[in-house]
């Protein structure tokens, strides 16, 4: 067979994409956006050394719905939700395009629910104050799914499962909440107060478990004792953990890229699968 027909029959074939993170990012405080500090030099060091993925799927614990959706809109606007902080904050734009053919393939891949779409969903909080730092030019497409959380926490891990071939399509999956996030005793006088012991108790659990891949623990968080409960008093920021659990490879490895905390009772905890 002459180079010039082989050349012709491979390019018959599709393009594989390169496999692309799983990245879990404890987003914290709005505030975060407009700081300067490690944890947003963290995020933008993040963005230097990774390469630019096709696309951004968001699951953040900002858009709980009853069912899961995806958003299919290919102009998704900068949701400001939340109040009481400063017009500085209020002011800021992030708005990269959608990416509604990849949220359709979504979709197809999961059958563990019906994905429906949503033509209206912008960008939450938990995506933009996160990707702001990563590619602060907008210029990487970004589309979120909901999480339903009328469903247990093993729903959502198993949802993660069934979007590992988007990570092979060239989509970095961005799963933004915190592993301890309780507003009721946080100290909002001072970002550096010192953590609880119950967060470094459950923060330190939750890391011992990754490192083991001891996912069944995490997923059955309220076996933990009263750390747990003092550090998920409600579920929404821990639930996007599941869908990290999920996504991540049989042999692949789990890297810590920032541990810290905040106002107390707030853990910021970062890990990177791939």
Known sequence: MKLQELANIAGNFPVR??????????????????????????????????????????????????????????????????????????DVRYEP???????????????ITDVIED???????????VLKFIWPDADVPVFEMSMDYSK???FHYQLGEQLKELR??????????????????????DIDAKPYDWNLEFDQFVK???????????INYEKAGAAARLSIPTNDHYLPLMYALGLIEKNEAIKHIYEGYQFGSLSMRCFQAG
């Open 168 to 189: 092979r399509k060239g989509v970095l999956i961005l799963c933004s909440g915190n592993i301890v996030h309780n507003l009721r005793m946080i100290d909002w006088r």
């Open 208 to 218: 011992n478990q990754l490192e083991n891949r001891n996912f069944e623990a995490l």
């Open 97 to 111: 395009k959608g990416h509604p053919e990849l949220a359709r393939e979504l979709k197809s891949m999961v059958s």
């Open 17 to 90: 994409e390169k496999t692309m993170p799983m990245l879990f990012i404890g987003h914290g405080h709005p505030m975060n956006a407009l700081w300067d500090n490690d944890f947003t030099q963290t995020l933008t060091k993040l963005g230097k050394n990774m390469d630019k993925p096709s696309a951004v799927l968001v699951i953040s614990a900002h858009w709980e719905t009853i069912g899961t959706y995806v958003s299919v809109n290919p102009k998704p606007r900068t949701i400001h939700d939340f109040g009481g902080f400063s017009k500085e904050l209020f």
């Open 152 to 154: 247990p926490a093993a």
């Open 119 to 129: 033509h209206d969903m912008g960008l939450d909080h938990g995506a933009w104050t």
